[in-house]
């Protein structure tokens, strides 16, 4: 952009200060690191780390996104820091969780001026959230609560409810996804690390009574979910997962997977994309072994959140398809990032392709698509925590 922000000049420097950490990796290095090859590209790739101020309406990257004819973007809100998931009450509030620059959830009205309101403030981690019957559920990377009549007490929603309080933590692929589904909570823990044999702890979808009782396991061998919904048609549930890091700058692909019998393994961290065989752990196996991704999402995609279209606004081809938020690379040189759009094929595969692009220019992230949710007149929002907004997508026809 033309014009220079003093907190991009800040996300800048801390942009910078990562860059240079990396390429002088500590002789204790983190999960995300393991694997990565003895060269200088390497080296210098690590995560990207969100804006440390959100991005100013004026400058915020709506105006460069492109979408299919007859679709509309606009701001819905901003100043919203370290954006992630997104879920909405009984009463019109959205509910927005952060990761690690926000550590909060917020609030933002429907109506009015979409100000986010801070109701849950220094909660490290405090990524997975779920509205249900007038309760919001919260969780971070060690424990699951709920909050009870959440929106009558927005100013002071009081001491929760603790249903679970022994998830593993730590922070590799460690933040939470939430969904309800016929009265069972939905809650994944990724793998400890970027590659590993994980313990019955790790790399699972999990489902819960409401009231955190009769925990069981739903899917192992996914080592990194952060987007799964279930589909309105079939009762299956689709997820997307995070590939292995350090194999290639191209492989392995992100994948979109679907559920369709009980604690069935997905591959990792021995088969890779459904059939590359892991050069460690993949001696004597076999990738027919193991359930095979629906579709491939790209190398390194960081595909995250995953919601079915259920409203009415957009046009028939798009009523019942999953949006996939591609959050975008950093484990590759190459950058790119989008909002995806898929469609199952009802033989367990799906075909997927671009919605919404523009947030990358010159390589560098403008913004990175986290999140979504459906609103009530079939609109659609989209949560960015680069850029830390919510982008309103409608559509009116040709």
Known sequence: MATIRPYAAIAALLCAATAAWAQQPPADEPGWAKGRPKTEAANRLAPVPAFPIPTAVDQLPTKKFKLPPGF????????????????????????????????????????????????????EMATGIEYYKGSLYVATNTKIMRYDNAEDKLDNLGTPVVLFDKLPGGQDHSWRYLRV????????????????NPDERHARI????????????????????????????????????NGRDWFSEDLPNDELNQITAKDQHFGYPFCHQGNILDSEFGWGKSCNDYAKPAALLGPHAGALGLTFYRGKMFPPKY?????????????RSVKYADVAVAWPDGKGGAKVEPFMTGFVENNTYLGRPVDFLVLKDGSMLVSDDHAGAIYRISYGGK
């Open 72 to 123: 509309k973007v606009e701001t819905w809100a901003s100043g919203v820091l370290d954006a992630r998931e997104l879920r909405q009450g009984a009463k019109g509030n959205v509910f927005v969780s952060t990761l690690f620059v926000g550590n909060k959830v917020y609030a933002i009205p429907e109506k009015g001026p979409h100000e986010p309101k801070t109701i849950i403030d220094k909660m």
């Open 181 to 196: 589904h016929d009265d069972k909570l939905y809650y994944a823990v990724g793998a400890p690390c970027n590659l590993c």
């Open 206 to 241: 999990f489902r819960m009574n409401l009231d955190g009782s009769n925990i069981e396991t739903v899917a192992q061998g996914v080592r990194n979910t952060v987007g799964f919904d279930f589909d309105p048609k079939t009762g299956n549930l689709w997820f997307t997962d």
């Open 319 to 331: 009523q019942g398809a999953m949006f996939i938020a591609r959050h975008g690379p950093w484990n």
